[in-house]
């Protein structure tokens, strides 16, 4: 993985894994998901929410690595606010 790039592993409700990552773009995060090891990663366009908490909480704890800046906290926030005015996030 690139310096620019996070990744996480999910559980479906099936039970099966997959992986996932985040890639930052400029004042973007793409993320896209993989089914087994040697399967393509397929960009997700509208990423669940889960996605989203999985990066803010990578985010963060690279915010206190001081690996990102503390601002990309806060620029994530919004734009998971954006996406999901229901959800609960702090």
């Not at 993985?1 to 479906?12: C, D, F, S, V």
């Not at 930052?24 to 090891?37: A, E, M, S, T, V």
Request: proline share 6%; hydrophobic share 40%; net charge positive.
């Amino acid at each position: 993985m690139h310096k620019n790039e996070i990744g996480w592993t999910l559980r479906l409700e099936d039970g099966t894994k997959i992986s996932a990552y985040a890639q930052h773009r400029g004042d973007q995060w793409l993320i896209f998901h993989q089914g087994k090891r040697f399967d393509n990663w397929e960009p997700i366009k509208e990423p669940p929410l889960e996605d989203w908490l999985a990066l803010l909480d990578a985010v963060r704890r690279r915010i206190a690595r001081n690996m990102l800046q503390p601002e990309e906290d806060g620029r994530l926030l919004k734009r998971i606010r954006q996406e999901f005015p229901a959800a609960k996030v702090d």
